[in-house]
């Protein structure tokens, strides 16, 4: 059964550093492509980025290009979104999912269940 | 790259259809067969209802249909029922980048 299982829930202040985890388990990481997505408070859903695990090509949307780094490690089956200095507007629930289909139709067949991130003095 | 464009509600009563758009433009809805769309329930994870425009994975119910003419992609939801009420999203995918509907709020009346 494939899974995406994502790190809990984190409570951080402004200016401190995170990076939450996206493990994936009963298919090769390495195969499929895995992005982030973000859902602010009331929000809608917002693509942030890609990876391909396999050789850690990454692509950023142009609204979160500088503000996450995005990251993975094969050898644990785990893909990683990460911020160097919070603000309080990166409060949101954070999704991983697993990108399937083949070139040019793509669609996220897999999610993770989400982590919350609370930013807040 | 902007999101695409949803209504922001529909409603329905159960046995109803409802259609919901989702409006982009050549470079990305128009450009493409690659649009898919999400039900989301809050408090759970997003699920694919449709992807390639029209194709339903496994599992799910064939009352979910995708459409799509020029730079406009529809999820019609036939024979509604209460477990339909959600929030459902469109997503297309364009060269580099992926692009998501601001969302629509489905109420089953």
């Known amino acids: 059964e494939v899974q995406l299982v994502q790190s809990g829930a984190e409570v951080k202040k402004p200016g401190e550093s995170l990076k939450i985890s996206c493990k994936g388990s009963g298919y090769r990481l390495t195969s499929y492509w895995i992005g982030w997505v973000r859902q602010m408070p009331g929000q809608g859903l917002e693509w942030m980025g890609s990876?391909?695990?396999?050789?850690?090509?990454?692509r950023y949307s142009p609204s979160f290009q500088g503000q996450v780094t995005i990251s993975a490690d094969k050898s644990i089956s785990t893909a990683y979104l990460q911020w160097s200095s919070l603000k309080a507007s990166d409060t949101a629930m954070y999704y991983c999912?697993?990108?399937?289909?083949?070139?040019?139709?793509?669609?996220?067949?897999?999610w993770g269940q989400g982590t919350l991130v609370t930013v807040s003095s | 790259q902007s999101a695409l464009t949803q209504p922001r509600s529909v409603s329905g009563s159960p046995g109803q259809s409802v259609t919901i758009s989702c409006t982009g433009t050549?470079?990305?809805?128009?450009?493409?067969?690659?649009v898919s769309w999400y039900q989301h329930h809050p408090g759970k994870a997003p699920k694919v209802m449709i992807h390639d425009v029209t194709e339903r994975p496994p599992g799910v119910p064939d009352r979910f249909s995708g459409s799509k003419s020029g730079n406009t992609a529809s999820l019609t939801i036939s024979g509604l029922q209460a477990d339909d009420e959600a929030d459902y999203y469109c997503c297309s995918y364009a060269p580099n980048y992926t692009l998501f509907g601001g969302g629509t709020k489905l109420t089953v009346l």
């Open positions: 050549s470079r990305d809805v128009g450009g493409y067969n690659d």
């Open positions: 999912a697993r990108r399937s289909g083949s070139y040019p139709a793509y669609y996220f067949d897999y």
């Open positions: 990876i391909y695990p396999y050789d850690s090509d990454t």
